[in-house]
């Protein structure tokens, strides 16, 4: 099955119907990316920092 994927993108690629394949191709990198950012960036540690401190604030506006 992944040999025939390559073959499939490999003929798609090689400019048989237009820029599709690469548009999906990136699309799919872009996914994995941020899938991944917050397991192994800065997102892991910046986030929750940054959800507890709006939160805090909004909690304190409401009273």
Known sequence: MFFGLVMNFSFMLAGTVSHNP???LMGF???V???N???YGLDRYVLPFINKTVFK???R???
């Open 22 to 24: 690469t548009d999906i």
């Open 37 to 39: 950012a917050g397991k």
């Open 29 to 31: 990198i872009i996914l």
């Open 33 to 35: 990316a941020g899938a």
């Open 57 to 59: 604030k909004e909690a």
């Open 61 to 63: 506006l409401q009273e």
